[in-house]
């Protein structure tokens, strides 16, 4: 049995950046709208920021409730009485978020108003913020990535239950992030920000990319809250107003009027390898999204459509229609390697999960992309749906050591076996469920894991390691009743993956079957489950969580390196336009 890790859990994660995000009714217009929320949310989070989702009701839900109440209670019927009514679309819209968010393995949480003494003073229909428990608030974002909230109502020492008037939840966001002491509030609209005029009635009216607050309060004609904008004047808080997955946003400060550089506003070229579960779970996002993303052929093994041209099974009608962005997902790795550097080489930008190809194919990717000004992209190869590399990419360089549980399938048959089942019949029912392959032996020997680990290793230290060289322990070699022993002794069989850095600048990792106390932070780590802990060159710990596999999860994590990509490609070629004006 391999020794005892030489780190230890410890509760010492570092300060993290905070910011609110709003999404109105006109973004969150029914249930389907929720994964692009998500994926919006997951971006913020990825990026290292603790979230607080200020969420209204679902699109037409509180026109709804206020047209019941007046058809039940009157035209005169009492305002605190109509405001309970209004509250359910606000917390049915937060719980439905919150749900989505752990669907794809995003740590959330649900706080209504009661709990965060969210309190408002004034009419019953139109009130104003007044109080927040913010310490409750932040020590609900220690244990979570994003707490969910509803906007819109608050509670009242004289009415129970208020209503901050339309557009409420803009007020909420600018509060929130006001007193959480958030560095900004990012108001998520159906436009990308503020323009001279509606864009929708004047097509070519230009956006501005930063406004003063009483600027802001002129041109966005009700876009924004006027009550909302008068408190972030007030506060100093700083405002984005963006659309989802937008490259940019008019950013409302003390600072006057400023045009924003026009982009491109066709959708991008896009053409997906692979429909597996990954793959099949991002061309349903990508198709949800038609004004962005213009989707080729999908290249598959075996085409089945009753339409022309949705699939295809030659690469070359694949990759016919010069795409501005592949997605590769078809897994394996010298066809993999083939068709990414084709894109490369001809300046696409590149988005893979394809961790056996990167780790073999490492130098010749970055390279080409280098050399032809594309672009590669490929969180999703290793943690999934945990940001580890997006980790290791803040700390730059100053990286002593990473390890982590990073296989789901090893995972799920180690419980089994602790449980006291054999291992073909705890092989056989991973199989049965979905977590383990076919041909399993990539994950019950390590090659999964030595993979990541060449790639860790690469983003950690900066240096060459082959999986080739990486030593493995492999399931199958388990002494029967070892995990079942180290049940009975407390402990926790997991397979681990670490990687280190010597003194002499060399990197080292492993892959091991390790006995781990029951209290350990890698111990508690279920089926596709991953956690990393990243030791810093200070000797600070970092941990990262997040569902290593799944159709969601992973698809989620694809989905927000093609929104980097695409940001990278709409800013290769700007648009022209001409002067910019204030809306009277």
């Known amino acids: 049995m391999a020794q005892q890790l030489h780190l230890q859990a410890q509760h010492s994660q570092p300060a993290h950046a905070l910011c609110v995000l709003k999404f109105g009714s006109s973004v969150v217009r029914d249930e389907r709208d929720y994964p692009r929320v998500v994926q919006e949310i997951y971006a913020h989070v990825r990026e290292g920021e603790k979230v607080v989702a200020v969420v209204s009701a679902l699109a037409g839900d509180t026109d709804a409730l ?23 679309g606000e917390l049915r819209s937060a719980a439905l978020l919150a749900l989505a968010l752990a669907k794809v393995g995003v740590r959330a949480a649900t706080l209504d108003p009661h709990e965060m003494k969210l309190v408002a003073e004034g009419p019953a229909l139109d009130s104003d913020l007044v109080d927040l428990d913010a310490a409750h608030v932040l020590a609900a974002l220690e244990q979570q990535d994003v707490v969910v909230v509803p906007g819109f109502i608050a509670d009242h020492e004289e009415h129970g239950v208020v209503t901050l008037g339309r557009g409420g939840t803009d007020l909420s966001a600018v509060f929130f992030a006001d007193r959480l002491q958030a560095h900004r509030v990012r108001l998520i609209k159906d436009v990308d920000g503020v323009y001279e005029a509606d864009p929708s009635e004047m097509p070519g009216a230009r956006r501005f ?44 400060c003390d600072l006057g009027a400023k045009p924003s550089a026009p982009l491109r506003s066709d959708a991008v070229r896009l053409s997906l390898l692979g429909c597996g579960a ?69 300046g696409a930008e590149v988005v893979t999960g394809n961790k056996a190809a990167l780790a073999r194919h490492w130098d010749s990717l970055h390279a080409c992309a280098a050399r032809h000004g594309g672009g590669l992209h490929f969180s999703a190869a290793v943690g999934g749906g945990a940001p580890i590399l997006e980790t290791l990419r803040r700390l730059n360089g100053e990286v002593a050591a990473v390890e982590g549980v990073m296989n789901g399938t090893c995972n799920f048959l180690l419980s089994r076996l602790a449980e006291g089942w054999d291992f073909d019949r705890a092989l056989a029912t991973a199989q049965e469920l979905g977590f383990a392959e076919a041909d399993p032996s990539g994950d019950v020997d390590g090659h999964d894991a030595a993979d990541k680990l060449s790639i860790l290793v690469r983003e950690a230290f900066g240096v060459a390691l082959a999986p080739s060289l990486i ?51 890698l111990a508690n780590v279920h089926n596709e489950e991953n956690r990393f802990l990243v030791t810093d060159a200070g000797g600070k710990l970092h941990q990262v969580h997040g569902k290593g596999a799944g159709r969601w999860p992973t698809a989620t994590a694809v989905m927000a390196d093609v929104h980097d990509a695409r940001r990278a490609i709409l800013r290769k070629e700007p648009a022209v336009s001409g002067p910019l004006k204030l809306s009277a």
């Not at 047209?67 to 009485?81: D, K, S, W």
């Not at 700083?238 to 659309?243: F, Q």
């Not at 002499?504 to 350990?520: C, I, K, N, R, T």
Request: glycine share 10%; charged share 25%; with cysteine.
């Open 66 to 88: 206020l047209g019941q109440a007046e058809r039940v209670g009157g035209e005169a019927a009492p305002g605190n009485l109509v405001a309970r009514l209004a509250r359910v």
């Open 209 to 252: 990319e930063r406004l003063s607050y009483a600027e802001a309060e002129v041109a966005s004609d009700g876009l924004v809250q006027p009550k909302a904008l008068r408190v972030a004047a007030d506060k100093k808080v700083l405002v984005e107003v963006a659309a989802l997955g937008s490259c940019e946003a008019t950013v409302i």
């Open 278 to 346: 990954v793959g099949g779970g991002v061309k349903q996002l990508l198709e949800a999204q038609p004004d962005v993303f213009e989707l080729g052929p999908v290249l598959v093994q075996r085409p089945r459509s009753s339409r022309p041209g949705e699939y295809t099974r030659d690469l070359e009608e694949a990759l016919a229609g010069e795409p501005e962005l592949l997605v590769e997902l078809i897994g394996g790795t010298d066809l993999a390697a083939d068709a990414m550097h084709r894109a490369l080489s001809h």
């Open 471 to 521: 030593p493995k322990q492999s399931l199958r070699d388990l002494a029967l009743g070892a995990a079942a022993e180290a049940h009975r002794r407390g402990e926790v069989l997991k397979q681990v993956g670490r990687c280190w850095l010597e003194p002499d600048g060399s990197a080292a990792a492993s892959v091991e079957l390790v006995a781990l106390p029951a209290d350990h932070a």
